[in-house]
């Protein structure tokens, strides 16, 4: 860029020397010359008075300090000069996704002169920078873009966005994203929901944590690793219940946000019990959701039954809590009967699992592969013993 600055051929030393050593040349060093430096740039005179009274030798060291002087101006006009084009550059390349994912709508383009501008590729983008930064290039008329500099397939041909319009996009926007439902603020509607989870969580997991996997757990079944994901702590509370409740508000929206169509679905008098169970377990299994997505509760009690396992083991408590789950469910359902006891029976190697009502009645029944847990009917230890056990919810 910098070689397109001046057209005049450069003086080598010797010549300058002479060429200031004669009167007569000196006193053109301060005439105009006609021709313009281009764009304004470098556009400084050299003026250099005239040497009358001075001899020979001291022309030359004055003539080599001029040099030195203006050859460290230029120098210094340079490097500004590619200071502030890098600027421009580094600024304009660290916007390039903004730059390739803005669609211009009904606006020329100022270099193609047409009626739309494309969307750029990230290397036209970068072309078109360094075309840009060059002082030389500002005329549009001197700029060819190639057409593969364009990614035409991202051409935007429509009209301009009404209100309406960046409405309905927005609104979908904030739809679509998994977490939105996250950055709402809890209102009276989601606090007497949380109060309602938490007054059940309470007879449903206890307040003495968990005593059969020893995993560290807190009152409410709250694990004390879920509990500092959301940073919190039952010290900064006055109860267990404010800490309880303030975890299940980050809790439920959490779950709410990844089970959002199952949640938009299932009608809210059930979504009590289905917390409960993301409480527990923290995700619904395949056939558990697609019997949600369908809004039959009856085949999502179904299978309910056979998620009772924890650490490879089978769970006579967690068959129990599963019974009591699919209660809260059924007595919003017709001609529900109540499940009253689950009956353990089979070997402890083979442990069967029934849902009996009061009657005698079985609702569902399941007979797992996988040993009961040693923290299960303790007196029978042996994986060949029968079991015959009767829990009552």
């Known amino acids: 860029m910098f070689s397109q600055m001046n057209n005049r051929r450069t003086l080598t030393a010797d010549e300058l020397v002479k060429f200031f050593l004669s009167r007569e040349k000196r006193a053109d060093l301060n005439r105009p010359k006609e021709e313009d430096t281009p764009n304004g740039l470098m556009q400084e005179e050299i003026t250099v ?7 020979s030798e001291d022309a030359l060291d004055f003539l080599q300090k001029m040099i030195m002087s203006q050859s460290g101006k ?9 200071e502030q084009l890098a600027d421009i550059k580094e600024k304009a390349l660290a916007n390039i996704d903004t730059i390739k994912n803005t669609q211009l709508k009904s606006k020329p383009n100022p270099f193609m002169g047409g009626p739309l501008s494309p969307m750029l590729t990230e290397e036209g983008v970068e072309e078109e920078v360094e075309k840009f930064v060059d002082p030389m290039l500002r005329d549009p008329d001197l700029l060819e873009i ?3 500099t364009f990614d035409e397939s991202a051409q935007q041909t429509e009209e301009a966005l009404t209100d309406a319009e960046i409405d309905d996009i927005a609104t979908s926007a904030i739809d679509a994203a998994p977490d939105a439902d996250e950055v709402q603020p809890t209102d009276g509607k989601d606090l007497e929901f949380n109060k309602k989870l938490v007054d059940d969580l309470r007879i449903l997991e206890g307040l003495d944590g968990d005593t059969l996997t020893g995993i560290p757990t807190y009152s409410y079944g709250i694990t004390e690793e879920k509990a500092n994901e959301y940073g919190l702590k039952p010290s900064q509370f006055n109860t267990m219940e404010e800490f309880a409740l303030a ?7 959490e779950k709410k946000a990844a089970n959002k169509e199952i949640f938009s679905t299932v009608d809210e008098k059930h979504h009590i019990a289905l917390m409960s169970y993301l409480w527990n377990t ?19 009690i179904s299978e309910l039954r056979d998620a009772i396992h924890t650490q490879g083991k089978s769970s006579s408590g967690l068959s129990m809590r599963r019974a009591k789950e699919a209660n809260m469910i059924g007595e919003n359902l017709d001609d529900w009967t109540p499940i009253h006891k689950v009956v353990v029976s089979g070997t402890r190697a083979n442990p069967t699992f029934e849902w009996q009502t009061e009657a005698g009645e079985v609702v ?7 040993s009961l847990h040693s923290g299960n009917i303790t007196d029978k230890p042996n994986q060949t ?9």
């Open 49 to 55: 008075e005239p040497l009358e009274d001075q001899k």
């Open 74 to 82: 230029v120098a210094e006009a340079k490097e500004t000069l590619g």
């Open 146 to 148: 190639p057409t593969e």
């Open 247 to 253: 975890f299940s508000d980050k809790y439920v929206k």
């Open 282 to 300: 923290g995700a619904f299994g395949p056939r558990q959701k697609e019997a949600l997505k369908q809004n039959d509760m009856n085949e999502f």
């Open 364 to 370: 569902e029944t399941y007979t797992s592969d996988r």
């Open 385 to 393: 013993d029968t079991l015959n056990e009767e829990i009552i919810l």
